[in-house]
């Protein structure tokens, strides 16, 4: 894989992430799943440091005040929210930049490494979901919806990372044209929706 090809994992990464971040949503709306965002940012919450969270809310308040942009707990609640949504894209960033990284040395691999980076963020983040006990599910189906979706994600993120290596490389002064661009996000989309 060529060095520009970490810019293609992350953005294949981060664009990956808006499925799951749907299928997860999905599942909380028709079978009382966790959806994942939430339950990540509100773990985040109750570990953090207590005076950085207080910094944080402060912070936040300041701003809503500042800008005047309506009642302070309505934008609040909206913008952790909103927080709660970039910091599961960032993940996704993160998940595709390190794919990235490893298919510098085996591209062959890529699939392997991105089921087993799913299985990682699936252990972890039902971990999460079963501390908070948001989920309204059976426990069995709970840990079967999301290994499947997050196995499912990791996968198809290491397949089409492994694609766009190749296709970054064939043209090495150039930048990737608007069509490969538009075919390679396009099939993750449709990858990542028939594997969940």
């Known amino acids: ?12 990464g981060a664009l990956t992430s808006l499925p799951v971040i749907a299928m997860s949503y999905l599942g909380e709306m028709l079978a009382g799943l966790p959806f994942l965002p939430f339950d990540l940012f509100d773990w985040l919450a109750r ?24 009642p302070t707990s309505v934008v609040a609640k909206a913008a952790e929210r ?17 794919l990235g990284w490893l298919g510098r040395r085996k591209p062959d691999q890529l699939t392997g490494y991105g089921v087993r980076g799913g299985a990682i ?6 971990l999460i979901s079963a501390s908070l006990g948001v989920s ?5 189906m709970t840990a079967l919806w999301l290994a499947a979706l997050l196995v499912g994600w990791g996968w198809s993120l290491g ?3 492994q694609r766009a290596g190749p296709a970054l490389a064939a043209e090495p ?7 490969s661009f538009i075919r ?4 993750s989309v449709a990858t990542l929706t028939v594997s969940s």
């Open 1 to 12: 894989m060529r060095r520009t090809s970490l810019f293609m994992a992350i953005g294949l």
């Open 47 to 70: 570990i953090l440091p207590g005076d950085l969270l207080t910094l944080g809310i402060d912070s936040l308040v300041g701003v809503i005040s500042l800008l005047q942009i309506g």
């Open 82 to 98: 909103g927080m709660a949504l970039l910091l599961f894209v960032g993940i996704g960033a993160g998940f595709g930049l390190l």
């Open 121 to 126: 963020l699936f252990g972890g983040l039902w």
């Open 136 to 140: 309204r599910a059976p426990l069995l």
């Open 159 to 161: 397949w089409l990372v």
């Open 173 to 179: 002064e150039s930048p990737i044209s608007r069509r």
């Open 184 to 187: 390679i996000v396009g099939g």
